[in-house]
């Protein structure tokens, strides 16, 4: 197969990871990938097995990205089309009504979350769903909150397919015995210090101030605590600000973005999900499972995907600061629990979870989009 791919960005965040990952999967089973996005720090990666295309996939930016997307369809007779943003299935609608020639290629979309801050306005979301589904044959959907979400701006239940593809490389994602002492050395905690950890863009989706509050509700009873956020962004600023007014200095540490994420959670001793939104998983949820860390999350129907409470991870209820703090307290005190924990999610995610695993059913997926009659609204570069 000739396979399109296209991501807004290739910036370090879940999706993206999701997208190379998938890539390198596909292209390792002899199929031909591309990618289009604006760019980012992945492409790098990207390019040692797929082909990136550039594209201004912003809005100011559609319809030259429609031009583009509209060449790379037509001279390399791509088969299938697999997006995952709203702005790209914009430009790949405009891309398949404009473009002349001989080439057939059928399109699927993949909603990867709902809400892009928890300001945001309902309408925003709605208009964004709405766009996604828009000439797709079929929609891959990663959670039962994001069906309800597109079943409400009109999507038919046949146009929908429970499917995740949200996985990483649990080969690659390894720890070695001297990644604990080490984290703590560079980051200046004790030798015994009780490592509490979330990684994730520094972006309001995040809910990066929960956590924050959560970790000056546990440093208040537990001296050992020690917190680490990974992660960067436009938000850095305020969330440091927001850090010192609760008096956590020298106990909450800001890494940044790293590369040796593995290195990090191997240091931990807890790990958190702070977002309260539906969307996907999270990639960082199943890089601490696959470690065998223990996981603490909010109760939204995405992660309840992988965490099930008592048996692979705890969940508290939404927002509810005071639960959160209790649950990682009685894992930091409880290593025993948490490494029970840890253990069921490993295997989970090894299971259900890895790239190998999962590429091969969407591959599956794909030839079956592109076996069958053609028939409803598959979109034809004519």
Same mark, same amino acid.
């Given at each position: 197969?000739? +396979?399109?791919?296209?991501?807004?960005?290739?910036?370090? /965040?879940?999706?993206?990871?999701?997208?190379?990952?998938?890539?390198?999967?596909?292209?390792?089973?002899?199929?031909?990938?591309?990618?289009?996005?604006? /760019?980012?720090?992945?492409? *790098?990666?990207?390019?040692?097995?797929?082909?990136?295309?550039? $594209?201004?996939?912003?809005?100011?930016?559609?319809?030259?990205?429609?031009?583009? +997307?509209?060449?790379?369809?037509?001279?390399?007779?791509?088969?299938?089309?697999?997006?995952?943003?709203?702005?790209?299935?914009?430009?790949?609608?405009?891309?398949?009504?404009?473009?002349?020639?001989?080439?057939?290629?059928?399109?699927?979309?993949?909603?990867?979350?709902?809400?892009?801050?928890?300001?945001?306005?309902?309408?925003?979301?709605?208009?964004?769903?709405?766009?996604?589904?828009?000439?797709?044959?079929?929609?891959?959907?990663?959670?039962?909150?994001?069906?309800?979400?597109?079943?409400?701006?009109?999507?038919?239940?046949?146009?929908?397919?429970?499917?995740?593809?949200?996985?990483?490389?649990?080969?690659?994602?390894?720890?070695?015995?001297?990644?604990?002492?080490?984290?703590?050395?560079?980051?200046?905690?004790?030798?015994? $210090?009780?490592?509490?950890?979330?990684?994730? $863009?520094?972006?309001? #989706?995040?809910?990066?101030?929960?956590? +924050?509050?959560?970790?000056?509700?546990?440093?208040?009873?537990?001296?050992?605590?020690?917190?680490?956020?990974?992660?960067?962004?436009?938000?850095?600023?305020?969330?440091?600000?927001?850090?010192?007014?609760? *008096?956590?200095?020298?106990?909450?540490? @800001?890494?940044?973005?790293?590369?040796?994420?593995? #290195?990090?959670?191997?240091?931990?001793?807890?790990?958190?999900?702070?977002?309260?939104?539906?969307?996907?998983?999270?990639?960082?949820?199943?890089?601490?499972?696959?470690?065998?860390?223990?996981?603490?999350?909010?109760?939204?129907?995405?992660?309840?995907?992988?965490?099930?409470?008592?048996?692979?991870?705890?969940?508290?209820?939404? /927002?509810?600061?005071?639960?959160?703090?209790? #649950?990682?307290?009685?894992?930091?005190?409880?290593?025993?629990?948490? *490494?029970?924990?840890?253990?069921?999610?490993?295997?989970?995610?090894? %299971? %259900?979870?890895?790239?190998?695993?999962?590429?091969?059913?969407?591959?599956? @997926?794909?030839?079956?989009?592109?076996?069958?009659?053609?028939? /409803?609204?598959?979109?034809?570069?004519?």
């Amino acid at each position: 197969m000739r +396979i399109l791919l296209a991501a807004k960005t290739m910036g370090v /965040g879940g999706l993206e990871r999701i997208v190379v990952g998938l890539a390198r999967e596909l292209s390792a089973r002899q199929h031909d990938v591309w990618v289009v996005s604006s /760019g980012g720090n992945l492409v *790098k990666d990207l390019e040692r097995f797929a082909r990136h295309v550039q $594209a201004p996939l912003e809005p100011v930016g559609v319809a030259q990205s429609a031009r583009i +997307i509209r060449r790379v369809i037509l001279e390399h007779h791509i088969d299938l089309v697999h997006s995952f943003s709203a702005t790209a299935s914009v430009a790949i609608n405009l891309a398949f009504l404009k473009a002349r020639g001989d080439g057939k290629a059928r399109l699927v979309s993949s909603p990867m979350g709902l809400q892009n801050s928890p300001r945001e306005l309902p309408v925003t979301t709605w208009l964004r769903n709405w766009l996604l589904i828009r000439g797709a044959e079929q929609v891959l959907v990663i959670s039962p909150e994001i069906r309800r979400h597109l079943k409400a701006v009109g999507a038919r239940d046949e146009l929908l397919v429970d499917f995740n593809f949200v996985g990483l490389d649990v080969a690659d994602f390894t720890r070695q015995p001297s990644d604990g002492p080490g984290v703590r050395r560079e980051f200046g905690f004790p030798e015994d $210090a009780l490592v509490v950890s979330t990684i994730g $863009a520094l972006h309001p #989706r995040k809910s990066h101030e929960l956590f +924050i509050d959560t970790a000056a509700t546990v440093a208040s009873t537990e001296p050992r605590a020690r917190f680490l956020i990974v992660g960067d962004g436009d938000l850095r600023d305020d969330l440091e600000e927001y850090a010192r007014g609760r *008096k956590l200095q020298s106990r909450l540490a @800001f890494t940044g973005n790293r590369e040796d994420v593995a #290195r990090l959670l191997s240091a931990t001793d807890v790990y958190v999900k702070p977002g309260v939104l539906e969307g996907f998983i999270g990639i960082t949820v199943l890089e601490a499972l696959s470690l065998g860390k223990p996981v603490v999350a909010f109760n939204t129907e995405d992660v309840k995907m992988a965490l099930t409470d008592g048996e692979t991870g705890l969940i508290v209820p939404a /927002g509810d600061v005071a639960a959160l703090a209790d #649950r990682i307290l009685y894992l930091l005190r409880n290593p025993a629990v948490g *490494k029970q924990l840890g253990q069921a999610g490993q295997q989970l995610v090894m %299971e %259900e979870f890895d790239f190998s695993v999962l590429a091969r059913r969407l591959e599956d @997926f794909y030839q079956d989009v592109l076996g069958r009659a053609s028939r /409803g609204n598959y979109a034809t570069v004519q």
